[in-house]
């Protein structure tokens, strides 16, 4: 019983640290407006991990559409998280580690052959 007890109390001392930043990361949100002629809605979430599209999601006017970032209407194309997955519905990208997430306060959904937007949402 000693020995399940000290190794319980090790695991709890070695995640306690961690619980705080899983606590906070609750994400931040946007909600997508079209651009250039494309017509676009639904909520995003944005985390440390990467970017969520909500189930409310829908793209209508574009097609080969990417996802990434930007700041202040500015797309940095460093960001790029692939192809969009669907033109509805959820969908989770993956920021990887070239990139902090934390850094950019718009979503974007990009035409990568031409370089225009197709949809941003402006996160908090």
Known sequence: ?????II???LISLLLPALP???Q???REGTFQ??????A????VVTSAGVSLMRDFKLEGAEAAHVGLGRNGNFDAGTDMGALQSAEG???YS?????????YNEVWIWNPADGTALAIAKIN
Request: glycine share 14%; charged share 15%; with cysteine.
């Open 8 to 10: 319980t109390a090790c």
């Open 95 to 103: 920021a990887g580690s070239t990139f902090n997430v934390s850094d």
């Open 1 to 5: 019983m000693n020995r399940r007890f």
């Open 41 to 44: 809605s639904g909520v995003v």
């Open 25 to 27: 990361d609750k994400g």
């Open 34 to 39: 079209g651009q250039n002629g494309a017509s």
């Open 21 to 23: 930043a899983m606590a």
């Open 90 to 92: 959820s969908q989770d």
